[in-house]
């Protein structure tokens, strides 16, 4: 795959925050950093980097980039390193490969005095992007979309649980969007969401379905961006729980009998700077009918990247706002597919299915390689919104991590789109991860079948 510039960030320009290139060069001319976090995430979405001193960053990244192992990218969710991936294994000796930082994407780290962090982008020792890394597999799914002549906006939610350290709720009781119970979380809470100001772009928070359990919503903006601020959603809010003695858990179902933890992927597509899903008569306009049939169409297919682990498809329950089933309606919580047609900047496709598990690159670039494939193929027509209770109706979901990665392996416009090397490794690495699973003999195995079979 051939080099890939670093493309233009909402945060190229010193802004009032303080956010991007310009302003990054001058907080190290003035002296006001000791320190810069390189940061890229992994398949599992694990925050890898290094700390670098402030003196001489620029000089190193601009000549040749920081280097780590490539094993980084064959490590499954506990960092053990698997073999059988195309990118690299055993039989390659794990060369280096290089993190080369993207100046526009740096940002203050709001919990350490006199540390910036920028988002990185890694390379070949061939000074190729890495083909198989998440934010590689981002950008070709944007440029495939580029060529269309469109460009993405996507809002991301994403839920998590704040526990206290022997894993229990933080408060408890029900109670979604509860002012009340939000004062029962803080100060964890209001330090949480005061540490990430800056850090992240931050619309807001509420509390959720569960006990514990937080909704925060980042202001919408062009598709990279919005990845990154996911990925550093998670990372900061682990930091600052930890911080208050707490812990922020984004795993997707940590109570059987309580809701499960989403991220909501909100997608408006743009044209020569106009919103194209604009309407006059308050319906979805052809474009974006295409849009949401494609998404029905390929939902099987895409449903591995927004749920990785086992623990996911626990989530995919009836009556739990988790969609369980392959269905589209307007403004309506059973479904998966929303389709909300308000003004025209703000009309947009809703995508319910990911879990706050997910890599948000891999989730992101999966949600757009349906809507690439929607726009390019001839998807069926969506048909009518579905109205009501839509549990139960529609073609149900995966039901496994084993039949996700199946569903995954199976659909060739899909996997031609986000790369076939990718999707190896990727899907392979979800492979491993069930394999472990049914391996394991369990608490729940011993109590049911220990006496009585």
């Known amino acids: 795959m051939s080099t890939i510039p670093a493309s233009p960030s909402l945060n190229n320009v010193a802004g009032p925050g303080g956010h991007g290139q310009a302003a990054f060069e001058a907080a190290l001319a003035r002296g006001e950093l000791r320190e810069v976090e390189i940061l890229w995430n992994d398949h599992q979405g694990h925050p890898r980097g290094k700390r670098i001193s402030a003196d001489g960053f620029l000089e190193r990244a601009h000549a040749h980039g920081f280097a780590f192992a490539d094993a980084v990218l064959c490590w499954d969710v506990a960092g053990d390193v698997k073999d059988g991936l195309r990118f690299s294994g055993w039989d390659t000796g794990f060369p280096d490969l290089v993190a080369i930082p993207d100046l526009d994407t740096y940002r203050r780290v709001p919990w350490r005095e006199g540390v910036g962090q920028v988002i990185c982008d890694v390379y070949g020792t061939d000074h190729e992007l890495v083909r198989t890394a998440p934010r590689t597999v981002l950008r070709r799914v944007i440029d495939r979309l580029a060529a269309l002549g469109y460009e993405a906006e996507v809002g991301v939610e994403i839920e998590f649980h704040l526990l206290k350290q022997d894993g229990t709720p933080y408060s408890e009781g029900v109670h979604a969007y509860s002012l009340q119970k939000a004062l029962e979380l803080d ?123 086992v623990n996911s498809y626990k989530r995919f329950e009836a009556l739990s706002f988790a969609p369980s089933t392959r269905t589209w309606g307007n403004d309506n919580r059973t479904v998966a597919i929303r389709s909300l047609v308000e003004s025209p900047a703000a009309t947009r496709v809703e995508l319910r299915t990911g879990g706050a598990d997910a890599e948000p690159h891999w989730a992101i670039a999966a949600t757009l390689a349906a809507i690439v494939a929607g726009i390019e193929g001839d998807p069926d027509d969506p048909g009518e919104p579905g109205q009501g209770n839509l549990y139960g109706v529609g073609d149900p979901l995966p ?51 220990l006496r009585s079979i």
């Open 187 to 309: 100060p964890v809470l209001d330090s949480i969401m005061q540490g990430l100001e800056g850090f992240v772009d931050l619309e807001g928070a509420n509390t959720e379905y569960g006990p514990g359990q937080v909704e925060v919503n980042l202001r919408h903006a062009r598709t990279l961006e919005s990845a990154g601020q996911a990925a550093r959603l998670k990372y900061g809010a682990r930091e600052l729980a930890r911080h208050s003695g707490a812990l922020a858990t984004f795993m997707a179902k940590p109570f059987g009998d309580q809701a499960g933890n989403s991220m909501h992927f909100h997608v408006s597509l743009w044209k020569d700077g106009e919103p194209a899903f604009a309407t006059a008569d308050h319906t979805e306009n052809q474009l974006q009918r295409r849009v949401i049939g494609g998404l029905l169409q390929h939902l099987p297919g895409i449903t591995l990247y927004g749920a990785p682990t």
């Open 399 to 449: 039901s496994n991590l084993a039949a996700a990665v199946e569903a995954a392996r199976a659909d060739a416009a899909i996997v031609e789109i986000l790369g076939e090397d990718a999707v190896h490794d990727y899907t392979t690495l979800a492979q491993y991860e069930w394999d472990l699973f049914l391996s394991q003999v369990t608490d729940w195995d011993r109590e049911r079948y």
